[in-house]
């Protein structure tokens, strides 16, 4: 079976950089590869777009919210191109992959990290075997139906060997070209253990297979920078890393390279571990005009015990303190809704993030997912049924909580939190309403704080450095994933 096209598919209408890595290394090879992002295509055009390509090979990249998505998807694939081998890629099948494998239409599993791994599994393809795939990284099912779980592979050690190569999105979607941010990584990896994050079971996964946290080299990165600036430029970089701050000689060495050669604005996450005034010094000098932090909850007992994320609040003040006095901006993380929260807490958050004064201010409602730490103790405490599976996972971190505690109350906190940040007076007015037992007040604040939340996200855009009609034109591309 030659394999010469390869269809990459997707839902969130991002350049995602493991697909970009990928089809990088593809095309060494020579091979032709494609990309389409559902949410971006009406449902014909998509068929048309297929029958145009006549793929070889499909390659699915998902998170673990679309894990519905995928089912759909697959399923759909498989019916109308069944010769067609289909693979799953991405976050959940690392993490998931024997969620993955048992999804109706999905062949072949990715477990690992994909540049060897998919690399392998097309010479094996190609090879035309008949016998049970030994692909390391590769799952699958034998003439049995059993599945073949073969080994995770080594890391790799040199992540910035295939440029990224934004080209294969822009062909068939110019409109991504024409936006002002783009996304890169530097790193992989994250060493901390929150119980909400995907992180701990990812450092389980490549146990014993090389070293986790990885740096692309600083030339490498800027080279990467340097040439979408030169075939598709723009305004804003946002390194997308778990951690931008962790290595102070790369931060040096990069920080050095960057202002030279590329100097233009960033925003970059951080950890008050890492607040260090020779740290923000280097951001500084760079070019940073913002970093990023996870608040996640004003309490500090939740975000000790709970999330496993021992920072206190004054380590959270004193990184915005010390990146206020270097004239960088602030950006917090918020989750609402988590286990054990109470509506006193929601608001404990929202007085924390009134106190910091960040110049944005992102949160989400808790999404369970399940293996995580904070996921088994939902199902400990019975605010989840021991039964919950992806298959109860929503495509959104904002509309509605999962736990069977009553979070109504924090979810209306989360509607308001943009608004009540940014006028820290109107926060008693909100507590009262949100707290009211009238029946005419309870009916009404839902639909008023919806209105009150959407409104919120064009403002917050719109202090991006955007105007309303860029925030009106982003909701619109994103209504489908929000």
Known sequence: MKIKHILFIQRVPFTYSGVLTLCAMLKQQGKACHVIVTTLEKRSWIKNEINRIK?????????????????????????????????????????????????????????????????????????GENNTCKVKGIWSCDANNEIVRNDVPHLSTDIAQYQEDRGIYYERYPELKKDSVRFFYSSRGCPYKCSFCYNPQMQQVFKNKGAYIRHKAPQKLIEEIETEMANAPFKYIFFVDDLFTMNKQWLKDFSNLYRKRVNIPYCCNIRPEFAKEEIF?????????????????GNEELRFKVLNKKLSNDDLKRLSKMAKKQGIKTQTYNIFALPTETVENAFETLELNAELQPDVISSSIYMPFPGTGLCNLAIKKGVLPASFSFE????????????????????????VHYFCVKYPKTIPLFKKLINSDNWLIKLITPPIFLLIFLLSFAVRFKGEGNSYWKALKFLLKFRKTY
């Not at 010094?281 to 909850?297: D, H, M, N, P, Q």
Request: proline letters at 5%; charged letters at 25%; glycine letters at 6%.
């Open 55 to 127: 793929p070889d090979l499909f390659c699915i990249s998902a998170l673990s919210n679309e894990r519905n998505w995928v089912k759909t998807t697959a399923c759909a694939l498989k019916e109308k191109y069944p010769q067609i081998p289909i693979v799953l890629g991405g976050t959940h099948a690392i993490l998931y992959p024997d969620d993955a494998i048992s999804i109706n239409g999905v062949d072949y599993v990715c477990s690992g990290e994909g540049e060897e791994a998919l690399l392998d599994l097309v010479e094996y393809f190609e090879m």
């Open 281 to 297: 010094i280097y951001l500084k000098e760079s070019g940073c005009e913002r970093v990023a932090f996870g608040v996640e909850t």
């Open 392 to 415: 109860n996972l929503p495509s959104s971190f904002h509309r509605k909580s999962l736990l069977k505690a009553p979070m109504e109350k924090q979810q209306l906190v989360h509607k």
